[in-house]
């Protein structure tokens, strides 16, 4: 099984790479479902009351694993630049 760091900077702002960075999840969990013999279905509603897809990524990412009676939820957030980046104590 073989994960790729990326570092999606605009995932919020750019729906086609939100959409990329969520299949990342979806086809690890696929490859992990097929290595491991289990089955699993999202368990949130991914669409707003108007239809549209929430990009929210809060979660970007959710199943429920039937067999061992749990759910995975995955939430990004943008990256954000502290303050106290450099900071020396004294």
Same mark, same amino acid.
């Given at each position: 099984m073989k994960v790729t760091a990326l570092d999606y900077t605009? @995932?919020?702002s750019n729906p086609i790479v939100y959409d990329?960075?969520?299949m990342i999840?979806? +086809?690890l969990l696929n490859e992990m479902a097929m290595l491991y013999d @289990?089955?699993?279905?999202p368990y949130l509603n991914p669409l707003l009351p108007d239809g549209e897809k +929430?990009?929210?990524a809060n979660p970007i990412f959710n199943t429920y694993i039937k067999e061992s009676?749990?759910?995975v939820r995955i939430n990004r957030y943008p990256k954000v630049r502290?303050?106290?980046q450099g900071y020396k104590g004294t």
């Open positions: 605009d @995932f919020m990329a960075m969520q999840w979806y +086809d @289990f089955t699993s279905k +929430d990009g929210d009676n749990r759910g502290s303050s106290l």
